[in-house]
């Protein structure tokens, strides 16, 4: 009855490690497919972002330059109209062109930064999503076979020595005298 039991234990043993690691390895797909869909979306999210900030700068270049050119022509025909002639009004031009280039310059590098800062981002995300991939798909345990013939051999071993005892212990209960 003992040896029995001890077969079964083992063969329980394995049964259930492999139990363990096949739904360890099912919980790790599940979160890796998680963990991917996150990662894509957050990307897709930063991109959309990007693309937005993008067109909001062009459109507030689009509105300056319309401005300036609004602001260049009443200029001109106001001199014209009060025969305003020279360096005054060349003096003004000058002055609208060189505040549209200051505000071309801040406003492409603003841009720029920010894209430098988007991609800085999107690289430690990447390296979160690795750390993350690394975390999850850690290695699967092994069935332990061998420990489980060991510790079976060990039942078996006690289990004979229990066994060759009782008989002993009958065999001299048994004699007379």
Do not use: C
């Amino acid at each position: 009855m003992g040896a029995i039991s001890s077969v079964a234990s083992a063969a329980l043993s394995i049964r259930g490690q492999q139990i363990q690691r096949k739904t360890q390895q099912q919980v790790q797909e599940r979160a890796t497919k998680a963990a991917n869909q996150r990662h894509l979306a957050a990307m897709s999210a930063e991109r959309a972002r990007e693309n937005q900030e993008m067109i909001a700068v062009n459109q507030q270049v689009q509105e300056q330059t319309r401005r300036v050119m609004e602001a260049k022509a009443t200029a001109r025909t106001s001199a014209g109209e009060s025969s305003v002639k020279g360096t005054n009004v060349d003096a003004l031009l000058a002055t609208f062109t060189q505040r549209y280039a200051d505000f071309r310059y801040a406003t492409h590098e603003q841009a720029r930064m920010s894209a430098h800062n988007r991609e800085l981002a999107l690289q430690s995300a990447g390296h979160q999503y690795q750390q993350t991939w690394i975390d999850i798909n850690r290695p699967l345990p092994q069935v332990d076979y061998v420990g489980a013939a060991v510790g079976l051999g060990k039942d078996l071993t006690g289990v004979a020595r229990n066994y060759s005892r009782d008989l002993r212990i009958q065999t001299q209960q048994s004699r007379p005298g």
